[in-house]
Every structure is written in C-alpha cells, then in structure tokens.
C-alpha cells in the first residue's frame, strides 16, 4: 500500500519560515519524481515545487529564491523548506510522487499552512 504522509505544517507570522515534510512507503521512492503542490480555497491545486531522481528542481515564479526542495533517498522523504512566508502562501500543501512514463501517480493528504499576523 502506497502512502505519503505529509507532516511540518502550521501557523506562522508573515516573514517566517516552515518546512514541510513528507515520507513515502510502498514505492521505489528514487525512482520517482516528487513534489509539493498547493490549493487555497477557491482557487485551482497549482505546482509549488518537484525534484525528479537525477535532482533537477523546478519551481513555481512565486515561490522561487524563498523555498527550497530537496531529497533524501534513504530515508524515502522529500523536503520543502519555505522562507520569507507571505499571506498568499496560505493553501493546504500536498505531496506528490510519479515515475515519469509510468501509472499511477500518488498523492499525500495535504497539511495545512496558514500565514498570518
């Protein structure tokens, strides 16, 4: 059974920082290509961040120079360390995993993140 479980979310005051975490079990976790999207209330879920097996990252427009992705194989987790947090940051935080070419995809559950004074 395949399961990504978010974890790291929270309340933080404009201009902090949060990192997000999320672990994977059930799959070949360093095969796959892994991200976190987000969705605010009313609007669509939009890519924030991926990182794919060989560590190329990609990044939204609105979050690049202030949150970072990362990897760690061995411990099947994928990070998203977010700086300089603004209001518009607020959205529930999802975790993604696919093997590019392959079926299916996987999502995690989402964990909230609220930024606000």
């Known amino acids: 059974q395949v399961q990504l479980v978010e974890s790291g979310g929270g309340l933080v005051q404009p201009g902090g920082s949060l990192r997000l975490s999320c672990a994977a079990s059930?799959?070949?976790?360093?095969?796959?290509?892994v991200g976190w999207y987000r969705q605010a209330p009313g609007k669509q879920r939009e890519l924030v961040a991926t990182?794919?097996?060989?560590?190329?990252?990609n990044y939204a427009d609105a979050v690049k120079g202030r949150f970072t992705i990362s990897r760690d194989n061995p411990k099947n987790t994928v990070y998203l360390q977010m700086n300089s947090l603004n209001p518009e940051d607020t959205a529930t935080y999802y975790c993604?995993?696919?093997?590019?070419?392959?079926?299916?995809?996987?999502w995690g559950q989402g964990t909230q993140v609220t930024v606000s004074s």
């Open positions: 059930g799959i070949i976790f360093r095969f796959y290509t």
């Open positions: 990182i794919t097996k060989d560590r190329n990252t």
């Open positions: 993604h995993a696919v093997w590019i070419g392959k079926t299916p995809d996987y």
